[in-house]
């Protein structure tokens, strides 16, 4: 039994569309059909003139080890379809293909790529409708040449495709069945004097001689962020006054603060980004991720409701603040985003830095997850929060993301060039959504507590 270590993977996309670029090219530029009763003649032709030849398929790699005669035979179903003819000739203009010689001699007046674009983007998506039908060529050709032993009634509907049996099982099989085959096209099972499919020569022509496409973004609407900014602003004053009707005491008062000004800084960020275009954007989502930290903080500190835990919540963040201070006092050089000063205000502001507790790790010594999962919310947890770390810790998905496009040029298979300031859906609409129900908490802690962010304005859409 062979190790996983020993498979070899493939891609349809890259390693075998490129070695079917005539059937590509027909399914993309006919009528389905049409292209399918194009492809029954050319693999009976194919069967017929290679009886007996071992490891015979359609791909151009195999072809190009054909006499020009036979090669011709094979195509004339090509050569006496109009359409199949007209879009078929692009394939004269790509040299990189083993049998170009051949195409360049059936087609000797191609002059444009665009059937091959066309085809190509029909096929891009292993799954498709256009792909499978090209995959499918290549088992009824195996059937033809009487090479494949399967159940009857694979064999029959593969024969009868796509007439035959239930679609939602057939596609996908005929699509298991290509990837067996595929060994003899490429793997150990390629006759002897067969090269390898020229799939990186082909890719690389396409780049070399087609140019990148680069997609247009859509403008945004804005209307609805500065109705959601009033609402915000709205509710913001008036969780401000109500933190001002709650004030009991000029001394420490943990719970007040905490929940107030976990809410208060969510409903800040929100604003901020109501006020500029961040919130489509990367840094909306750094922000977004802030918000859902805080909230789920604020749900477990408003859950456990005990004095304790929330001094603990507090005397985490003095520690930390004084540790920052302790760390840039003896810095050889402080980022310029740092007031020195304010900072050391802060470390001192509940009692002296020198008599606080610097703890490492969560201040609830729980992850955050379990934070969530412990109160209920973990929901919120899984909704929004490992994509938008994603933009925090410059993980390559949210780089990929907020960095680059894919390119149009079907020609170059998907690949991705630079879109800085590409913009993506709002996150103005969850930051909401989150700062709503933070404000439920405060309502449960201070009642009562009434007003909300209405965002509803197609704020998402912004």
Not at 101 to 120: N, T
Not at 332 to 351: H, K, Q
């Amino acid at each position: 039994m062979k190790s996983i270590s020993a498979l070899q993977w493939s891609s349809w996309l890259d390693d075998f569309l490129p070695n079917m670029l005539w059937a590509a090219i027909c399914v993309g530029n006919m009528k389905r059909d049409e292209a399918l009763q194009l492809f029954r003649e050319v693999c009976h032709c194919g069967a017929k003139v290679l009886s007996g030849t071992n490891g015979a398929q359609l791909g151009h790699n195999f072809l190009a080890t054909l006499p020009y005669e036979e090669f011709e035979e094979i195509f004339a179903p090509i050569r006496g379809n109009t359409k199949a003819n007209e879009a078929c000739a692009a394939i004269g203009l790509i040299s990189s293909l083993p049998d170009h010689l051949h195409w360049k001699r059936l087609f000797p007046d191609a002059k444009e790529l665009e059937p091959l674009a066309v085809g190509i983007a029909t096929c891009l998506d292993h799954h498709s409708q256009e792909a499978t039908d090209v995959r499918w060529a290549k088992v009824y050709f195996m059937i033809s040449c009487g090479r494949v032993h399967a159940p009857p009634n694979f064999i029959e509907e593969v024969v009868k495709y796509p007439n035959l049996g239930d679609m939602r099982k057939v596609r996908p099989s005929i699509r298991a069945f290509e990837m067996v085959i595929r060994n003899i096209e490429s793997g150990t099972e390629r006759p002897e004097g067969v090269a390898q499919p020229q799939t990186k020569q082909f890719w690389d022509e396409m780049m070399n001689k087609t140019s990148c496409i680069i997609p247009k973004r859509s403008p945004h609407e804005r209307a609805s962020v500065d109705a959601t900014r009033m609402s915000i602003q709205s509710t913001l004053s008036e969780l401000c006054d109500h933190f001002m009707t709650n004030v009991k005491t000029t001394s420490i008062d943990p719970r007040l603060d905490g929940s107030f000004g976990l809410t208060i800084n969510m409903l800040t960020l929100a604003m901020e980004l109501s006020v500029s275009p961040l919130n489509n954007f990367a840094s909306g989502r750094i922000i977004l991720r802030t918000i859902v930290e805080n909230y789920i903080t604020l749900k477990y500190l408003a859950t456990k409701d005990d004095e304790t835990i929330w001094m603990q919540y507090r005397n985490y963040g003095s520690g930390q603040t004084a540790l920052a201070f302790l760390k840039n006092t003896f810095a050889e050089e402080t980022p310029d985003s740092i007031d020195i000063e304010r900072l050391e205000m802060l470390a001192n502001e509940d009692a002296w830095l020198e008599t606080k507790d610097i703890a490492v790790g969560n201040w609830a010594k729980l992850d955050l997850r379990k934070m969530a999962t412990d109160v209920g919310v973990k929901d919120v947890y899984d909704a929004y929060y490992d994509w938008t770390s994603g933009f925090v810790h410059g993980h390559w998905g949210a780089v990929r993301d907020s960095s680059f496009t894919v390119c149009m040029n079907p020609l170059h298979r998907l690949h991705r060039i630079p879109a800085p300031g590409n913009p993506m859906p709002s996150v103005l609409s969850d930051c909401c959504k989150l700062c709503n129900r933070s404000l439920e908490e405060i309502s449960r802690l201070f009642p009562s507590f009434k007003p909300r962010i209405d965002w509803k304005a197609d704020a998402a859409e912004a």
